[in-house]
T-cell receptor, first 116, second 112 residues
């Protein structure tokens, strides 16, 4: 049981380049999330998904797109990277239990992205 | 709108002493409160949560947190700090179905 995994671990991009970050979970969780972590700002939600084929915007969605074609995978795309997107990106997943607000989120190890 | 405040960027404590990491929150409705810990170059790990019931919540690695509704606080505590507790600690609050709002984090350093 690997939990939540993320690839790649580190990436350097030039401004304007595109890339996709992959998140995978083997816990059969319904919900998946993408966050970014910046110094002094905690974690901010970019996009999330409540199930296969569904996505929704979080707090800071601009400049990112996501897809959830399979239940276990959640992809985060940057179509045209900007220096402001330099950050550490974390994926998380959670089980949608009977009581809606009680699930705990499980986090991946993170992807460090540097945009030059 | 919901928010979480961690008033201390840095907390230093001597090994063996009790530690407290502070968290206050502002939400409309009942709060669901969480503490996560982040070790260097790692993702966040769940420590404990308060949903309802007893105001004192016990979690992993000997940590506990006390929910205080009148003071809108959810401070993290441990009776005796270990050097291995040194990490970044995040408080988070959840009121909607899908949004977890994080504080800015408190770096705990336990001095040998």
């Amino acid at each position: 049981n690997a939990g939540v995994t993320q690839t790649p671990k580190f990436r350097v991009l030039k401004t304007g380049q595109s890339m996709t970050l992959l998140c995978a979970q083997d816990m059969n969780h319904e919900y998946m999330y993408w966050y970014r972590q910046d110094p002094g700002m905690g974690l901010r939600l970019i996009h999330y998904s409540v199930g296969e084929g569904t996505t929704a915007k979080g707090e800071v969605p601009d400049g990112y797109n996501v897809s959830r074609l399979k239940k276990q995978n959640f992809l985060l795309g940057l179509e045209s990277a900007a220096p402001s997107q330099t950050s550490v990106y974390f994926c998380a997943s959670s089980y949608q239990g009977l009581l809606t607000y009680q699930e705990t989120q499980y986090f991946g190890p993170g992807t460090r992205l540097l945009v030059l | 709108a919901q928010s979480v405040a961690q008033p201390e960027d840095q907390v230093n404590v001597a090994e063996g002493n009790p530690l407290t990491v502070k968290c206050t929150y502002s939400v409309s409705g009942n709060p669901y409160l969480f503490w996560y810990v982040q070790y260097p170059n790692r993702g966040l790990q769940f420590l404990l949560k308060y949903i309802t019931g007893d105001n004192l919540v016990k979690g992993s690695y000997g940590f506990e947190a006390e929910f205080n509704k009148s003071q809108t606080s959810f401070h993290l505590k441990k009776p005796s700090a270990l050097v291995s507790d040194s990490a970044l600690y995040f408080c988070a609050v959840k009121t909607g179905a899908n949004n977890l709002f994080f504080g800015t984090g408190t770096r705990l350093t336990v001095i040998p």
